[in-house]
């Protein structure tokens, strides 16, 4: 069982910048795949940023260039430093970590921290 805890949200003004922080506990970081996930009132919550157990990136079109995900497997922790933020990127923010094992998924949620750009 892993316990994940999101940290670093806020509001901040259109060209700002914030860092998310994710806390696991329970079960080592190392073997999972790591993502940041965002969901607004009404719409279904879309993949951001993810980092794979082996290190390797990616995120969706409209962060690229402005998020940066990263890990730290020594401390269990998980990172999504924003930057040049705009009013679209107002959400609600989740870490997610996941893995396979042979037959068996394992999927794990934070609880979510509030992310508001203001114009």
């Known amino acids: 069982q892993v316990q994940l805890v999101e940290s670093g949200g806020g509001l901040v003004q259109t060209g700002g910048s914030l860092r998310l922080s994710c806390a696991a506990s329970?079960?080592?970081?190392?073997?999972?795949?790591m993502g940041w996930y965002r969901q607004v009132p009404g719409k279904q919550r879309e993949l951001v940023a993810a980092?794979?157990?082996?290190?390797?990136?990616n995120y969706v079109d409209s962060v690229k260039g402005r998020f940066t995900i990263s890990r730290d497997n020594a401390k269990n922790t998980a990172t999504l430093q924003m930057n040049s933020l705009t009013p679209e990127d107002t959400a609600v923010y989740y870490c997610?970590?996941?893995?396979?094992?042979?037959?068996?998924?394992?999927?794990?949620w934070g609880q979510g921290t509030q992310v508001t750009v203001s114009s």
């Open positions: 980092v794979t157990s082996g290190g390797s990136t």
């Open positions: 329970g079960q080592s970081f190392s073997p999972y795949d």
């Open positions: 997610n970590l996941n893995r396979r094992s042979g037959a068996n998924i394992y999927n794990y």
